[in-house]
């Protein structure tokens, strides 16, 4: 029976919502946690109890890192991009505490394509901004993805629209500005 199942990783009985589902199994609300934002459910169900094991020591090495990331310029949203120019990586966070959310930190090197594109807002004239960059040699993350406007459904052609769309070419500049990023830029729609 479903409400008998429990999580791979700890053991405990898996609530009724908030659990993931892997290839081999499911994770519970408490076990992702520690995971990556940026992995989807896809991303878990392609994922043996293995792969998440490594992913959270991935995650634990990437604690480290936040330790020597630096602030060179930053794009600021409800998600905000910070490129550490020295050290050629960034990082995009919800948070402003960024270590504490443990973003993160990825190098440029693994930038492929950025798309930036407008989507209706269900089946409303609305429509939202997305952010979609995908990553080459990341072994862990596969893509960003991200709505640009803070709440869904922005009214075509307001103020407000506009204002979406600016932010979201301020996130591309960032990367195009860059020496030594060299991704496709993917047109939306
Ligand atoms: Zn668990």
Same mark, same amino acid.
């Not at 609530?15 to 408490?30: E, Q």
């Not at 293995?50 to 990331?69: A, C, G, M, Q, S």
């Given at each position: 029976? *479903? ?15 908030? #659990?993931?589902?892997? !290839? ?19 991303? &878990?169900?392609?994922?043996? @109890? ?5 992913? @959270?020591?991935? +995650?634990?090495?990437? @604690? !480290?890192?936040?330790?020597?990331? +630096?602030?060179? !310029?930053?794009?600021?949203? %409800?998600?905000?991009? &910070?490129?550490?120019?020295? #050290?050629?990586?960034? @990082?995009?966070?919800? +948070?402003? /505490?960024? !270590? ?22 269900? /089946? ?7 952010? *979609? ?13 991200? +709505?640009? #406007? ?5 009214? %075509? ?13 301020? &996130? ?18």
């Amino acid at each position: 029976m *479903d409400n008998e199942r429990k999580c791979s990783l700890c053991g405990e009985p898996l609530s009724r919502y908030g #659990n993931k589902t892997i !290839k081999d199994g499911a994770l519970c609300r408490n076990c992702i946690k520690p995971a990556s934002p940026w992995l989807s459910d896809e991303d &878990y169900g392609r994922m043996t @109890l293995e792969d998440f094991r490594k992913h @959270l020591v991935y +995650r634990e090495e990437n @604690l !480290k890192k936040l330790e020597t990331f +630096r602030e060179d !310029k930053k794009v600021e949203g %409800k998600y905000t991009l &910070y490129l550490d120019e020295g #050290n050629k990586q960034f @990082l995009i966070s919800k +948070r402003k /505490d960024y !270590k504490k959310e443990n973003a993160d930190v990825i190098s440029f090197d693994d930038i492929d394509e950025i798309s930036i594109f407008e989507e209706n807002y269900m /089946d409303t004239e609305d429509v939202d901004i997305c952010f *979609d960059m995908k990553l080459k040699n990341n072994e862990e993350i596969d893509n960003i993805y991200f +709505r640009v #406007n803070e709440f869904p459904g922005l009214i %075509k052609d307001s103020e407000q629209h506009e204002e979406t769309i600016s932010l979201a070419m301020q &996130y591309l500049d960032a990367f195009e500005s860059e020496e030594g990023i060299d991704f496709e830029q993917v047109e939306g729609e």
